[in-house]
């Protein structure tokens, strides 16, 4: 029964990203999810209360899958550190554009937020701000001396930068970038961050 109930749970949520990510939070309807899923809204609302919660579970197996790649396991060597980050960044672009549902998910997830849902926005944030918080302790245990920031930035600012650079190669993965041209772009940005270097416009 355990099993059966899983299995629902799961069905419901892989449904639910699928219409989220084409249709947004507003545009996607419960009674859309509840035929295509051959159940009851009874049977729905057992497993999760309301739209929101639904897509509060959707969003959380995304930044999951995030943290699952983005977030090493073990402490790394130092040496390893470089490679390490850019791997990882590689990974994610990888995973991304094999999966177009996600890609679609994550450009309505901004959407849905600069529309101004306070729900929604929140709820973004809070999940954002944990992963972020995450980040900055593993990128302080690969790179000690961040702990103290870099340049003006605090380290918070620099792992939104680096999120911020990330989330517009991965929108535009697909259309403007290959894989290829968005692997070679996060490793620019990685090592002229951590490790700087010359000036190519003097």
Same mark, same amino acid.
């Given at each position: 029964?355990?099993?059966?109930?899983?299995?629902?749970?799961?069905? #419901?949520?892989?449904?639910?990203?699928?219409?989220?990510?084409?249709?947004?939070?507003?545009?996607?309807?419960?009674?859309?999810?509840?035929?295509?899923?051959?159940?009851?809204?009874?049977?729905?609302?057992?497993?999760?209360?309301?739209?929101?919660?639904?897509?509060?579970?959707?969003?959380?197996?995304?930044?999951?899958?995030?943290?699952?790649?983005?977030?090493?396991?073990?402490?790394?060597?130092?040496?390893?550190?470089?490679?390490?980050?850019?791997?990882?960044?590689?990974?994610?672009?990888?995973?991304?554009?094999?999966?177009?549902?996600?890609?679609?998910?994550?450009?309505?997830?901004?959407?849905?937020? #600069?529309?101004?849902?306070?729900?929604?926005?929140?709820?973004?944030?809070?999940?954002?701000?944990?992963?972020?918080?995450?980040?900055?302790?593993?990128? #302080?245990?690969?790179?000690?001396?961040?702990?103290?920031?870099?340049?003006?930035?605090?380290?918070?600012?620099?792992?939104?930068?680096?999120?911020?650079?990330?989330?517009?190669?991965?929108?535009?993965?697909?259309?403007?970038?290959?894989?290829?041209?968005?692997?070679?772009?996060?490793?620019?940005?990685?090592?002229?961050?951590?490790?700087?270097?010359?000036?190519?416009?003097?």
């Amino acid at each position: 029964m355990k099993d059966n109930a899983q299995d629902t749970r799961t069905h #419901i949520l892989d449904i639910a990203r699928k219409h989220f990510a084409e249709k947004g939070f507003y545009g996607t309807s419960i009674d859309v999810i509840v035929r295509e899923a051959g159940l009851s809204k009874g049977a729905l609302y057992w497993h999760f209360p309301g739209k929101l919660d639904l897509y509060r579970e959707v969003l959380k197996q995304e930044v999951e899958r995030i943290r699952g790649i983005m977030l090493p396991s073990e402490a790394e060597e130092p040496e390893e550190r470089d490679g390490l980050f850019i791997r990882r960044g590689e990974q994610l672009i990888d995973a991304m554009m094999n999966d177009k549902i996600w890609r679609m998910f994550s450009v309505h997830m901004a959407l849905e937020s #600069i529309r101004g849902n306070k729900e929604i926005l929140e709820l973004n944030k809070s999940i954002s701000a944990s992963l972020v918080e995450e980040l900055e302790s593993t990128l #302080i245990r690969m790179y000690p001396k961040l702990k103290n920031g870099a340049g003006e930035l605090t380290v918070k600012e620099l792992i939104r930068l680096f999120e911020s650079f990330l989330s517009g190669v991965l929108v535009n993965l697909g259309t403007i970038y290959s894989a290829e041209e968005a692997k070679r772009s996060w490793k620019f940005i990685v090592l002229r961050i951590l490790k700087g270097g010359a000036s190519y416009a003097p």
